[in-house]
């Protein structure tokens, strides 16, 4: 059933208590490619079930660490992203379009699933070949690759990276927030600085604090030199003194939402 979840009114520097919007939960959504069960959340956008837009579909935004983008209660340390606000009020002041987001939880294969190991490349194709054809067929959206995004922060902003690297006929629009380009050896980075084959359709937005400041400009370098264009199908953005946590991904998160979804 579809849960229609209002908002209270906030007190003063008080945290959320309630997900604003319509969120339906698959719990124990099972992959037979990893052989393993995790929860699934979906957001919906005001209006979603009202007659007056029964036949309009969506553009949709798949994020990892799914219990860490909506709920203070499911999310690491009490902080979530607050992806329900702020794609709320973005919508509201038709900075963006409507969009349905998918939200995956990790599962404790975590670091394993977000890297390029062979669970993470099955974890890749749980996402194309079971997650997002249930989603299309359970939900009104736009299958195509124009109309599919990814995104993620620190080892889901790297294995946001490969979905859009690899996978070009799926995703079209790439997330990477603080990213962990580092791991197994800066492979990410040396992927792109060796490839010479032409410039991939994908539009990346990659940002970092002071976590990631060495290799997140590298990996934007990198991408600049293959052709890239800041603007037009890369966005940037280094957040002086921010740390490496759920807060600062959510006050970074305009950023991206407006990149990828922005009315022109």
């Known amino acids: 059933m579809f849960r229609q979840i209002k908002k209270k009114r906030p007190k003063a520097n008080a945290e959320k208590d309630e997900i604003v919007g319509i969120v339906k939960y698959h719990r124990g959504f099972s992959s037979s490619l990893l ?34 983008i909506l709920d203070p209660k499911t999310a690491y340390a009490g902080k979530d992203w607050r992806a329900d606000e702020t794609i709320t009020k973005l919508i509201r002041k038709r900075k963006i379009k409507d969009i349905i987001v998918v939200g995956i939880y990790n599962t404790p294969d975590r670091l394993d699933e977000y890297s390029f ?9 749980f996402i194309i070949e079971e997650l997002k054809p249930f989603i299309d067929s359970n939900y009104r959206t736009l299958t195509d690759r124009e109309n599919s995004a990814i995104i993620g922060s620190s080892m889901g902003g790297l294995i946001s990276f490969y979905a859009g690297w690899f996978y070009t006929e799926v995703f079209s629009k790439v997330g990477c927030m603080s ?33 990631g400041l060495i290799r997140g400009q590298k990996m934007f370098c990198l991408l600049t030199q293959k052709g890239y264009v800041l ?34």
């Open 35 to 68: 052989n393993n069960q995790r929860d699934i959340v979906v957001w919906l956008p005001k209006g979603y079930n009202s007659y007056k837009k029964k036949d309009k579909r969506y553009s949709v935004l798949y994020m990892h660490d799914g219990q860490n």
């Open 117 to 125: 190991s062979d669970k993470g490349q099955l974890y890749l194709r």
């Open 179 to 211: 990213s962990s380009f580092y791991y197994h050896n800066d492979h990410a980075l040396k992927l792109v600085e060796e490839y010479n084959g032409p410039k991939k359709n994908v539009k990346f937005y990659i940002d970092h604090g002071e976590d």
């Open 231 to 264: 603007g037009q199908d890369i966005d940037y953005y280094y957040a002086p003194g921010a740390e490496h946590n759920e807060k600062e991904w959510a006050a970074r998160l305009e950023r991206p939402l407006i990149f990828f979804f922005g009315n022109k």
